[in-house]
């Protein structure tokens, strides 16, 4: 898929169904408001949407705006840890194509308003002040459909070899370095398409993860060494740092991370110094973790 997308109309209006032909997906019997998904190479996209005098207290309008993440208000405090709050906290530091469509009352369809980008993002009390609430800073951006230029990165010509941690298809866009197909499908393989932490094992719910951030090393973006594989919500935590592990395999947890999300606390707070078999065996070099843990405000653990 092409980013951004060259079959959809700023001002435009798309039925739900047209929406999920567009962009090869499915949203289910209704359309969530902050919906994750990866291209046809497994490049991560956004679709976000805001509904009139829907349940959220958005504020649409002019070049910035404010959008309340997921999280109904019967379900208390938003919880930065679900799956598209974390995308979008995500994609301050790491952009990617964010599709924003807005609905007005009574009227037919969903309309496209263009891309946008998430300048920031802070706890805010929510309307009723009985809870809190996740604001996020949004920009349009590419309001004339153009897209920046990629700048290459240097890669060694093929055939690839385990020395060539570069990769042969790693290029810089604006939303971060990519690695190829081949790179990806051989860390699957790797840890036998389950996630590092959970297990879990379904493709769509899983990525390629970097000890070392692809932006800042882009030399060893395909170096095995520097890749494990997690689920969407763990390699979001990873990424901001709320946990890491060493090279005994011990999970480490950022102790100011406290999760209000049942599945976060059990799967990383109660693992805390816990040694798990497949992050001792993740084959992740040494130096990287060390320079990885070495580089976060709260190593060493207590």
Known sequence: MEHPHPEIERGERYAKADIESLFDTGFGYHVRGITVRNDDEDERFVLLFSREGGPYDDQIGGETFTYVGEGLPDKGDQSPDTLGN?????????????????????????????????????????????????????????????EPEPADVDAPAAPFAPDDTAGRKVTQTRAGVRVSESFKQSVYDRFDGRCAVTDIDHRSLLTVSHVRPRSERPDIAEDPGNALLLNWTHHFAFDAALWTFDEAGRLWVNPEYAPRDQWMQESLRDRHGQRLDRLREAGVTDEYLADRNESLPWWPPN
């Open 86 to 146: 974390a995308a979008l906290i995500e994609a301050e530091a790491d952009p990617v194509p964010i599709y924003f469509f807005y609905q007005a009352d009574e009227e037919p369809g969903w309309e496209y308003r263009g891309q946008v980008a998430v300048e920031g993002h802070e706890m805010v009390a929510g309307p009723d002040g009985e809870r809190e609430v996740l604001e996020f800073e949004m920009r349009h951006v590419d309001t004339d459909g153009a």
